[in-house]
Nanobody
Framework: VQLQASGGGLVQAGGSLRLSCTAS????????VGWFRQAPGKEREGVAC????????IYLNSATGRFVISRDNSKNMVYLQMNSLKPEDTAVYYC??????????????WGQGTLVTVSS
C-alpha cells in the first residue's frame, strides 16, 4: 500500500492549488481517503475526507467554503481543491486511507506529504 500526495507549492494569499493523491498497488475506490495537514510546530489535523460511498466531509472549519475534496475513480486519484488560500494554510499536506470506509478522521496508511506555502 503506497500513497503519494502531490501538487503543493508556493502560492500567494487568495490563490488556489489542487492537491492530488494517488495510490499504487491498490484501488482507492472503496476506501475513505482523508487529507490531513501539519504546520510547523503544530499537531497534525484533519482537513477533509471522502468516504467509500463518495460522501465528502470537511473536517476543518476554516476550510469550509474554500476546500473541496473529490475523487476520480478512473484515474485512481483523490483531489483536494484549495481556493482562497491563506497564510495559515501553510503546512505539509498528507493523504491517507482511513481506518474505515466512512470518514473517521483516523488515518491508516499514509503517503508522503506535499508542502503548501501561502505567502501574504
Amino acid at each position: 500500500v503506497q500513497l503519494q500526495a502531490s501538487g503543493g507549492g508556493l502560492v500567494q494569499a487568495g490563490g488556489s492549488l489542487r492537491l492530488s493523491c494517488t495510490a499504487s498497488g491498490f484501488t482507492l475506490r472503496s476506501y475513505a481517503v482523508g487529507w490531513f495537514r501539519q504546520a510547523p510546530g503544530k499537531e497534525r489535523e484533519g482537513v477533509a475526507c471522502i468516504s467509500g460511498s463518495d460522501g465528502a466531509i470537511i473536517y476543518l472549519n476554516s476550510a469550509t467554503g474554500r476546500f473541496v475534496i473529490s475523487r476520480d475513480n478512473s484515474k485512481n486519484m483523490v483531489y483536494l481543491q484549495m481556493n482562497s488560500l491563506k497564510p495559515e494554510d501553510t503546512a505539509v499536506y498528507y493523504c491517507a486511507t482511513e481506518v474505515a470506509t466512512y470518514c473517521s478522521g483516523i488515518g491508516l496508511d499514509w503517503g508522503q506529504g506535499t508542502l503548501v506555502t501561502v505567502s501574504s
